[in-house]
């Protein structure tokens, strides 16, 4: 009789274990299904669809396979798509040589000892980067007008100008326009990564050199900067792929002009899709293809310089 009483309550408190772990089991499915519907309707099923449609003349109305003809022409026949290509290197890479030792030397000016109040300082050079980039292609056009723009009115005074400049008319100075303003949306990110990579740095480093009577400058070059080195790497890719999908910005600035020659990589994806221009026919079956192309680039890019971060760090 015991044992049939034990039995019975052995397999009461199996069932209600049961019981508990489908509960659990429910729960955790509950609680990450938002964000599996939202994988598959924002990342999954866009994807698939720009898969599909790359293989088609497609226009939002009618859709013929035409099988690879979509790249075959990007290849070949479209030499505007490989010069926004060419335009986001130039800027990234321009961007990049005064981005990174402006950050660098910021963030160091902000962790030393003679400076004070480092978190008001940290906010104030972060404050572009939380701003949207239209805004700041606003700011900017109105800076850089022809007629009545701040810089051209400065250069003036000062005599460095004997006429305004037309800085959107030509390829190079509205290039120069771009980076200044892409600078200076994202260099204070930046600073906030160097600085806060300075403060991992073991002060006991510092101490020992300054036994050793070392000076400030050989502190910066055989401790500052080889301890930076990991973050240095994270920050170029970063700058590297914010470059790669810049398009707000180009757009409210140049759109493109003049004749595209300041055209972007993502901003030539965007007129292509949405047909954007007088007269212009949505192409969506090609802007697919060139949506895959571009990701293969990208990712060539992301291999190469992880393939080159690795080879610095054996």
Same mark, same amino acid.
Request: hydrophobic share 50%.
């Given at each position: 009789?015991?044992?049939?009483?034990?039995?019975?309550?052995?397999?009461? +408190?199996?069932?209600?274990?049961?019981?508990?772990?489908?509960?659990?089991?429910?729960?955790?499915?509950?609680?990450?299904?938002?964000?599996?519907?939202?994988?598959?309707?924002?990342?999954?099923?866009?994807? $698939?669809? $720009?898969?599909?449609?790359?293989?088609?003349?497609?226009?939002?109305?009618?859709?013929?396979?035409?099988?690879?003809?979509?790249?075959?022409?990007?290849?070949?026949?479209?030499?505007?798509?490989?010069?926004?290509?060419?335009?986001?290197?130039?800027?990234?890479?321009?961007?990049?040589? +005064?981005?990174?030792?402006?950050?660098?030397?910021?963030?160091?000016?902000?962790?030393?000892?003679?400076?004070?109040?480092k978190s008001v300082f940290r906010v104030i050079y972060y404050m572009p980067?939380?701003?949207?980039?239209?805004?700041?292609?606003?700011?900017?056009?109105?800076?850089?007008?022809?007629?009545?723009?701040?810089?051209?009115?400065?250069?003036?005074?000062?005599?460095?100008?004997?006429?305004?400049?037309?800085?959107?008319?030509?390829?190079?100075?509205?290039?120069?326009?771009?980076?200044?303003?892409?600078?200076?949306?994202?260099?204070?990110?930046?600073?906030?990564?160097?600085?806060?990579?300075?403060?991992?740095?073991?002060?006991?480093?510092?101490?020992?050199?300054?036994?050793?009577?070392?000076?400030?400058?050989?502190?910066?070059?055989?401790?500052?900067?080889?301890?930076?080195?990991?973050?240095?790497? $994270?920050i170029c890719m970063l700058a590297i792929i914010n470059t790669l999908k810049?398009?707000?910005?180009?757009?409210?600035?140049?759109?493109?002009?003049?004749?595209?020659?300041?055209?972007?990589?993502?901003?030539?994806?965007?007129?292509?899709?949405?047909?954007?221009?007088?007269?212009?026919?949505?192409?969506?079956?090609?802007?697919?293809?060139?949506?895959? $192309?571009?990701?293969?680039?990208?990712?060539?890019?992301?291999?190469?310089?992880?393939?080159?971060?690795?080879?610095?760090?054996?």
């Amino acid at each position: 009789m015991l044992e049939a009483k034990t039995k019975a309550s052995e397999g009461k +408190v199996k069932k209600r274990k049961s019981r508990d772990a489908v509960k659990s089991d429910i729960q955790a499915v509950c609680m990450i299904l938002p964000q599996i519907i939202g994988l598959i309707l924002f990342s999954i099923y866009p994807i $698939v669809y $720009v898969v599909k449609y790359a293989f088609y003349d497609y226009d939002m109305v009618t859709a013929r396979f035409i099988g690879f003809d979509n790249f075959i022409r990007i290849f070949t026949n479209d030499p505007a798509y490989w010069k926004s290509i060419l335009n986001v290197i130039i800027i990234g890479m321009s961007k990049l040589i +005064v981005e990174m030792p402006l950050a660098f030397l910021l963030a160091y000016i902000i962790d030393s000892k003679f400076i004070r109040a480092k978190s008001v300082f940290r906010v104030i050079y972060y404050m572009p980067n939380v701003m949207s980039a239209a805004v700041v292609g606003l700011i900017y056009y109105f800076l850089f007008s022809a007629s009545d723009g701040v810089v051209n009115a400065l250069l003036l005074n000062i005599g460095a100008i004997t006429e305004p400049i037309a800085w959107f008319s030509g390829k190079w100075t509205a290039m120069l326009v771009i980076g200044i303003a892409s600078l200076w949306q994202g260099f204070g990110v930046n600073v906030l990564f160097f600085s806060s990579g300075m403060t991992t740095i073991p002060r006991d480093y510092y101490e020992s050199a300054d036994i050793d009577g070392a000076t400030m400058l050989q502190k910066l070059i055989h401790i500052t900067i080889p301890s930076l080195g990991p973050i240095m790497q $994270v920050i170029c890719m970063l700058a590297i792929i914010n470059t790669l999908k810049m398009n707000d910005l180009v757009k409210v600035l140049t759109n493109g002009n003049p004749a595209g020659e300041t055209e972007v990589l993502m901003l030539y994806l965007f007129k292509k899709f949405f047909a954007y221009g007088s007269g212009q026919r949505a192409e969506i079956g090609y802007a697919a293809a060139l949506g895959v $192309v571009t990701a293969i680039v990208l990712g060539i890019i992301t291999l190469i310089y992880q393939r080159m971060t690795r080879k610095m760090n054996e």
